[in-house]
């Protein structure tokens, strides 16, 4: 069975860019996969961050943006503050109505 | 505004069933444009797609969970159910039911504030 895999910690100073990446343990992470990200602080919902790979969801900051490198997906945050400090999880369409989240990323500013 | 909104027991006994209902209010549950998911998260652990379904009835399944999960539909009620059978500890979780995008499988927004279901021996 095929893993959505995230970096399990990263962290950035503030101000400091950062890039969180989304790949698979079998295969790689394209545009078809419609990878989207969330980010999810402690007892709260989880946000929409971008949608499609590079789509911003409604009242995102342009300091977040989503794209492919390589065979992942990824998130990057331009210019991080410290109410970036959260978990995020990214999701992967596996194909026959399938959806798969990543592990997660809990991103620390410091 | 669209809202979303789980209900169902808080606590289930181990190798019962989960049923959990999601409301939804301020769209029609019909729209083609979308379907409706639930998606869980145990405690201190990451996001979990369940499943997914369509206004028609189609669903799709978490394959690791699919023998177990049935996700129905009542559009006259605007609500869909999620029941989770064979119950065990690790089923224990915060369910959030959410909007998902048709063309866009991944992109669930918005989501439900979640229900804690405890899973008890």
């Known amino acids: 069975q095929t893993v959505v895999t995230q970096e399990p910690s990263l962290s950035v100073s503030p101000g400091g860019t950062v890039t969180l990446t989304c790949g698979l343990t079998?295969?790689?992470?394209?545009?078809?996969?419609?990878p989207s990200w969330y980010q999810q602080t402690p007892g709260q919902t989880p946000r929409t961050l971008i949608y499609n790979t590079n789509s911003r969801s409604s009242g995102v900051p342009d300091r977040f943006s989503g794209s492919i490198l390589g065979n992942k997906a990824a998130l990057t945050i331009t210019g991080a503050q410290a109410d970036d400090e959260s978990d995020y999880y990214c999701?992967?369409?596996?194909?026959?109505?399938?959806?798969?989240f990543g592990g997660g990323t809990k991103l620390t500013v410091l | 505004q669209l809202q979303l909104q789980e209900s169902g027991p808080g606590l289930v006994t181990a190798s019962e069933t989960l049923s959990l209902t999601c409301t939804v209010s301020g769209a029609s549950i019909r729209d083609r444009r979308y379907y409706w998911g639930w998606i869980r998260q145990p405690p201190g652990k990451g996001l979990e797609w369940i499943g997914s379904i369509y206004y028609s009835g189609t669903a799709y399944y978490n394959p690791s969970l699919k023998s177990r999960v049935t996700i129905s539909i009542d559009t006259s009620k605007n609500q869909y159910s999620l029941k989770l059978s064979s119950v065990a500890a690790a089923d224990t979780a915060v369910y959030h039911c959410?909007?998902?995008?048709?063309?866009?499988?991944?992109?669930?927004?918005?989501w439900g504030q979640g229900t804690l279901v405890t899973v008890s021996s």
């Open positions: 959410a909007r998902g995008d048709y063309e866009i499988d991944t992109w669930f927004d918005p």
């Open positions: 079998s295969g790689s992470v394209s545009t078809s996969s419609r």
């Open positions: 999701a992967v369409y596996m194909g026959g109505g399938i959806s798969v």
